[in-house]
């Protein structure tokens, strides 16, 4: 069965295993903080003895050591028998995003079970969708999109942005010098272009989930 993690903790540990190998010394909570673009220290440790107690994290031994991604120990699958079904998996439900206007940040600490492909991926969540901008798409409203946490992404995929800080918004992204142009996929929608650091990324959409009745 997948970790259960907390939006944080998954968006920590996405963070370490994409930028921890870049950098010549396990990052800091300094670092790690910056990274998030956090401020709170304090804040962040609490996630990090989650993640420790959890098995994904090596121990903090003393203040000076950084973070260090525990080595073989995730759980290995268990082996399928012929009769056995596959079981699902469990991802953060971290609350809404607008496929239209931004609309609120990533705050909600639920969880939403979904299918076994995802099991182990520590490092996704899933988000309920609400506006109609990326219909074209394929992605409608109340659908339900799986990311993968990350900080930055390619030209052309759907990701979700955070606006100011505070607004969650499901585009694709096109980044030129000076500006980054959010686009929709509904031809009746405008692109939403903002300066580059008014845009956190916070993930590329890898599935969608749609549910009926």
Partial sequence: MAERLTRRQAELLGWLREHAPRLPHPPTLDEACRGLGLRSRGSLHKHVQALVAAGLLEPMNGRQRGLVLAAGRRPEP????PDARPTGAVLPLLGRVAAGRPIEALEDDAT????????GRVDHYALTV??????DEGIHDGDIVVVQHCSSARNGQIVVALVDGVSAT????????GRVVLHPANSSLQPLVVE???????GIVKGLIRRYG
């Fill in 130 to 135: 609400r506006g109609d901008s990326m219909i």
């Fill in 78 to 81: 268990t082996p399928a028998t």
């Fill in 112 to 119: 939403i079970e979904v299918g076994a492909e995802w099991a």
């Fill in 196 to 202: 580059p650091d008014r845009v956190t990324i916070r």
């Fill in 170 to 177: 499901l585009k694709r992204i096109e980044q030129q010098y």
